[in-house]
T-cell receptor
Framework: KQEVTQIPAALSVPEGENLVLNCSFTDSAIYNLQWFRQDPGKGLTSLLL?????REQTSGRLNASLDKSSGRSTLYIAASQPGDSATYLCAGIFNAGNMLTFGGGTRLMVKP | NAGVTQTPKFRVLKTGQSMTLLCAQD?????MYWYRQDPGMGLRLIHY???????AKGEVPDGYNVSRLKKQNFLLGLESAAPSQTSVYFCASWGTEYQETQYFGPGTRLLVL
């Protein structure tokens, strides 16, 4: 059974700081790894998707990397802003399956 | 193009009551999913469907039933609600391409008293 872990569960940083969110997984047979953002009381918004043949994806101030051999993905947020405050979830599809396995999320607070 | 919609947005039930949550998607996706999210936890898969007329169990299927009579709709039923089913329920759909994300609905908050 695949497991996806996100540490820390919560993170508080001052505005302007660059930060890294971590995601680890136990199964190297990963087909894609996705990062989602969830605002309080809202649904999930897809941020970045990395296919197994890729090593990273970038969108604006966000950069996500994937290292299958070590079972790790990171989400890098540059020059953080209070509007980045949200819960960030990583999830992967493994073994040519058809379902996402989610981590528990990291709740990020960016203080003005 | 509404994406994925869920009905209702919020519901309060008494223990033992039944209800059905409706998910609809307009992207012609084959795959649809029901997840639940509890405080401090990620999403856990309840049931899913790989096409019209098919359903399969996920990680936490007990106490729930589903039906996919039409490709665009996926229904989640609670026959006899229990307080442990208090949660936020999310529906998602997927077009089966690994370079494409799953699309999520806005969620249904369910409180079982």
């Amino acid at each position: 059974k695949q497991e996806v872990t996100q540490i820390p569960a919560a993170l508080s940083v001052p505005e302007g700081e660059n930060l890294v969110l971590n995601c680890s997984f136990t199964d190297s047979a990963i087909y894609n790894l996705q990062w989602f953002r969830q605002d309080p009381g809202k649904g999930l918004t897809s941020l970045l998707l990395i296919q197994s043949s890729q090593r990273e994806q970038t969108s604006g101030r966000l950069n996500a990397s994937l290292d299958k051999s070590s079972g790790r993905s990171t989400l890098y947020i540059a020059a953080s802003q209070p509007g980045d405050s949200a819960t960030y979830l990583c999830a992967g599809i493994f073994n040519a399956g058809n379902m996402l396995t989610f981590g528990g999320g990291t709740r990020l607070m960016v203080k003005p | 193009n509404a994406g994925v919609t869920q009905t209702p947005k919020f519901r309060v039930l008494k223990t033992g009551q039944s209800m059905t949550l409706l998910c609809a998607q307009d992207m012609n996706h084959e795959y649809m999913y029901w997840y639940r999210q509890d405080p401090g936890m990620g999403l856990r898969l309840i049931h899913y469907s790989v096409g019209e007329g098919t359903t399969a169990k996920g990680e936490v299927p007990d106490g729930y039933n589903v039906s996919r009579l039409k490709k665009q709709n996926f229904l989640l039923g609670l026959e006899s609600a229990a307080p442990s089913q208090t949660s936020v329920y999310f529906c998602a759909s997927w077009g089966t391409e690994y370079q494409e994300t799953q699309y999520f609905g806005p969620g249904t908050r369910l409180l079982v008293l």
